[in-house]
């Protein structure tokens, strides 16, 4: 069982629409991160979370740390959101283990 | 500030050649990483560098080593190249807290493409 799972591995949504990409960890973490990568490859750190709620823009990060879970919320979804999105989680070995990815596709 | 820089862009090898990855920051942080992407696999930590001076392996080093020359740069060497090292690789860095014990937000270079044929 891997350590970090991801959900959806794929999202199609419409502009406009909100959305939810969730992640479930299985391990004690220090911090939960979320990253972007775009379709040209550049991986870009969105949030880092060791608890409650962050928010930038129109994502919004949230992280149970009792249910072991995050949720990655974006309001008012755009075609240039498309990308993929990467949760990942530092453990006690102070590494970054990564979940395989959610695949968003935001169509005009 | 340029971030996290790694050369080269793009890399065809043949099976059984070598060649090195380089990698810098100029943000000062303590900690660098080297991390392989496949497609299905999400990312895997090959090596890290905690500090200047420390290296040390992450969970897929076989047929790799690594450099830390200096605080900035962080190499990575492939000895005796593979078609199972044909990937993208991720050069990142952090700045570790020592007091509190926390790793901060890891920023990302734009990556290596390598094909070995």
């Known amino acids: 069982k891997n350590e970090v799972e991801q959900s959806p591995q794929n999202l199609t949504a419409q502009e406009g629409e909100f959305i939810t990409i969730n992640c479930s960890y299985s391990?004690?973490?220090?911090?939960l991160h979320w990253l972007q990568q775009h379709p040209g490859g550049g991986i870009v750190s969105l949030f880092m979370l060791s608890s409650g709620k962050k928010k930038h823009g129109r994502l919004i990060a949230t992280i149970n740390i009792q249910e072991k879970h995050s949720s990655l919320h974006i309001t008012a979804s755009h075609p240039r959101d498309s990308a993929v999105y990467i949760c990942a989680v530092t453990g006690s070995a102070r590494q970054l283990t990564f979940g395989s990815g959610t695949q968003l596709t935001v169509l005009p | 500030n340029a971030g996290v820089t790694q050369t080269p862009k793009f890399q065809v090898l043949k099976t059984g050649q070598s060649m090195t990855l380089q990698c810098a920051q100029d943000?000062?942080?303590?900690?660098m990483y080297w991390y392989r992407q496949d497609p299905g696999m999400g990312l895997r930590l090959i090596y890290y560098s905690a500090s200047e001076g420390t290296t040390d392996k992450g969970e897929v080093p076989n047929g790799y080593n690594v450099s830390r020359l200096n605080k900035r740069e962080f190499s990575l060497r492939l000895e005796s190249a593979a078609p199972s090292q044909t990937s993208v690789y991720f050069c990142?860095?952090?700045?570790?807290?020592?007091?509190?014990?926390?790793?901060?937000?890891?920023?990302f270079g734009p990556g290596t493409r390598l094909t070995v044929l």
């Open positions: 943000m000062n942080h303590n900690s």
């Open positions: 391990v004690g973490i220090s911090a």
């Open positions: 990142a860095s952090s700045r570790y807290d020592q007091p509190s014990g926390v790793y901060n937000e890891q920023f």
